[in-house]
């Protein structure tokens, strides 16, 4: 059974470029949650997509993007990145709405 | 708005020691709760939940009650090992929300032999 899958593990961006990440969902989920992780603290909400849609978003500006496509499979795009986009991004997946959430192993971005 | 607290780290015990952190969270009506937990270079992995009050969340050794008069859900385990080692997260999805977890800002647990 696989479980949440996420490319690039690593990835080396400078300010103003652009960046996609991808994120497979664990067998039989519908859902995909995208959370930020800054180094030394809790994953913060981004959004979450169910049916192509994004149905939830928290406080992120709108440079945070997304997409799910009809596999359920979904990508985080950023445009014009910044220093403090350097994170740990978390996809996570879930069954219907709510559903536990399970997470990946998550892609760490270095803005420089 | 919802929220979550967890005990600042991190915390230090011997092997077969008793692990106790807290976890307090603010929110209108029920939420669910969870206990998260990530390894080293590693995402998260779901330790245990609970849905209602009184449920107890339980898996591998480790416990946590859902206690609504004290709005807490504290992670208890009986004898911890080296490989227990990680940070741990307390998390709560809102009654009314969608999917949306809200983290506490994790607690280090150092394990020794």
Known sequence: DAGVTQSPTHLIKTRGQQVTLRCSPKSGHDTVSWYQQALGQGPQFIFQYYEEEERQRGNFPDRFSGHQFPNYSSELNVNALLLGDSALYLCASSLGQPGTQYFGPGTRLTVL | ?113
């Open chain 2, 1 to 113: 708005g919802n929220s979550v607290t967890q005990m600042e780290g991190p915390v230090t015990l011997s092997e077969e020691a008793f692990l106790t952190i807290n976890c307090t969270y603010t929110a209108t009506g029920y939420p669910s709760l969870f206990w998260y937990v990530q390894y080293p270079g590693e995402g998260l992995q779901l330790l245990l939940k609970a849905t209602k009050a009184d449920d107890k969340g339980s898996n591998k050794g480790f416990e946590a009650t859902y206690r609504k008069e004290t709005t807490s859900f504290h992670l208890e385990k009986g004898s911890v090992q080296v490989s227990d080692s990680a940070v741990y997260f307390c998390a709560l999805r809102g009654s009314s929300n969608t999917g949306k977890l809200i983290f506490g800002q994790g607690t280090t647990l150092q394990v020794k032999p």
